[in-house]
């Protein structure tokens, strides 16, 4: 994917919005719209959202099942492997918390009548919720090939874990043969995904002008979201990093953020943790001075099971869509939310739109159809260059974190300031 795809789609977003706010202006009721968005822009944008459907399943059972595999393949590293799984969870359990917490104070979603209308307009339609004894039944699949095909994305999530597993502790050469299947398998869905991503900036631009087409100046009620996951976002960034590498890390906030600048730059113009990988490891090396041996096995895995900025999105998300289809959670059914955005972090794929498939899967264990994505869809490339900035600074965080302790590794320390 070019870095500057990132920038394309915000163009698709800009453009979108604004021709859609001046057709509901000047043509808000006028029948020839009302035929253009009924009869081509909606089921373009259904298309379009059908493109990231159809990768959803390879993409989810290979990801979270090599990642899965990474983490369980680190008894050469021994307390290096702990250290990186213990803080992985920790971190990413209070990213979701600080989402979950921002989206229950303010409420962006409530009192959202266009978007709820527009959800109504475009044939969406709640779906039903399973009961708490068939979720925890459900989460076994007796038939995997079953639950790929009714799209039973919690229930792959789970298989996923246990063939990651299977692969790290069995250590036969056929075993590695398969592993290197499923990651040719990631490899070709991360290729179509790229394929797909080049036409994102018309797909969101569509998305956008259907929306504010519709609702005008309703559609402000996207800001408001936008703006619940910046500041959580924020806060994650410049609060639990900051805490995290000067209590666990022994190093000044101040210079961790300057010697990382680099990479998170980097993030938000490519808004993949893949591709910001190489500048991180220099910025680990040469920066931050960390033991190779360490900073390399935390960033690699962190590129792809360390995305905190990617949980809180996902938690804040979908109660955000809940909210507008006035769907009531239960205290039970948040924490369900909250579990599955930390395993959602874990295993989602570090390109743009990586994260989407997870939104989707819970969307539909809490009765809310999966085209509800489309609402977020068109504001989702900017947010994606926001948290991809907190992923990468997390995995850099987290190679601070475990390096301390590790000298014996190159002899050289974490350097507080």
């Known amino acids: 994917m070019s870095h500057d795809a990132p920038l394309r789609m915000l163009a698709g977003l800009a453009v979108g919005l604004v021709l859609g706010l001046l057709a509901h202006a000047l043509a808000g009721d006028a029948a020839w719209l009302g035929s253009l968005l009924t009869n ?12 990231f459907f159809m990768l ?8 979270l099942a090599i990642a899965v595999s990474e983490f369980g393949d680190v008894r050469a590293f021994g307390r290096v492997g702990v250290k990186t799984f213990a803080y992985t969870i920790a971190v990413s359990t209070i990213s979701v918390l600080i989402g979950v917490g921002l989206v229950n104070a303010f409420q962006p979603g409530a009192g959202s009548e266009g978007l709820r209308e527009l959800a109504r307009d475009t044939g969406i339609q709640a779906a039903q919720q399973a009961s708490g004894v068939d979720f925890v039944v459900n989460l076994v699949p007796r038939n995997v090939v079953r639950s790929m095909a009714d799209n039973d994305l919690l229930a792959l999530m789970v298989f996923a874990l246990f063939l990651g597993a299977g692969i790290a502790v069995t250590r036969t050469s056929a075993a590695r043969q398969f592993e290197a299947a499923l990651r040719g398998l990631y ?4 290729s179509l995904m790229v394929m797909v991503l080049r036409v994102a900036p018309y797909g969101i ?34 609060g639990v990093y900051s805490l995290s590498v000067w209590l666990l890390g022994g190093m000044s906030p101040l210079r961790f953020f300057r010697a ?32 190779p041996r360490v900073s390399r096995f935390v960033l690699t895995l962190g590129s792809t099971a ?20 006035a769907v009531p959670l239960s205290l039970a059914q948040q924490v369900m939310v909250v579990f599955i955005c930390i395993l959602g972090g874990i295993g989602t ?28 869809f068109g504001v989702n490339a900017f947010l994606d260059m926001c948290r991809t900035t907190v992923n990468v600074t997390g995995d850099l965080a987290a190679a601070v974190v475990v390096a301390r302790g590790e000298p014996e590794l190159t002899g050289v320390a974490p350097q507080a300031t």
Request: proline share 6%.
């Open 40 to 51: 081509v822009l909606d089921p373009a944008g259904r298309i379009f959202l059908g493109l």
């Open 349 to 376: 794929a570090g390109v743009p739109a990586g994260s989407l498939p997870v939104i989707v899967m819970i969307l539909g264990l809490i009765g809310i159809p999966a085209d509800a994505i489309g609402i977020v």
């Open 306 to 325: 360390n995305q905190n900025g990617t949980a809180l999105f996902e938690g804040v998300t979908v109660l955000f869509l809940a909210q507008i289809y």
């Open 187 to 190: 490899e070709i869905v991360m």
């Open 260 to 291: 990382v600048r680099t990479p998170m730059l980097t993030a938000f113009s490519t808004a993949s943790s893949a591709a910001t990988l190489p500048t991180a490891l220099v910025a680990a090396d040469q920066e931050l001075r960390l033991p």
């Open 205 to 238: 631009a569509i998305l956008v002008f259907t929306i504010a087409a519709r609702l005008g100046g309703e559609v402000s009620a996207l800001g408001y979201y936008v703006a619940i996951v910046v500041l959580g976002l924020a806060l994650h960034q410049f």
């Open 56 to 63: 959803m399943i390879p993409l989810v059972a290979s990801s």
